[in-house]
């Protein structure tokens, strides 16, 4: 079984890890987990705002 992708968010062009939570990814044609989505936390989505912000 392979170890699925791990999914972190893009901030100003720099892969970021989110939080501790985490969310499964599906493949909605076999229900196979594929990826892990790193769910944000409130320091990742400032972070995210003030990159906006500067662009």
Known sequence: MNTPTLIQHLINGQSTPGGQRTQPV?????????????????????????????A
Request: hydrophobic share 50%; charged share 10%; no cysteine.
């Open 26 to 54: 599906y493949n909605p044609a076999t229900g196979q987990v594929i990826a892990t989505l790193q769910l944000a936390d409130k320091l990742t989505v400032e972070q995210a705002i003030a990159s906006a912000h500067a």
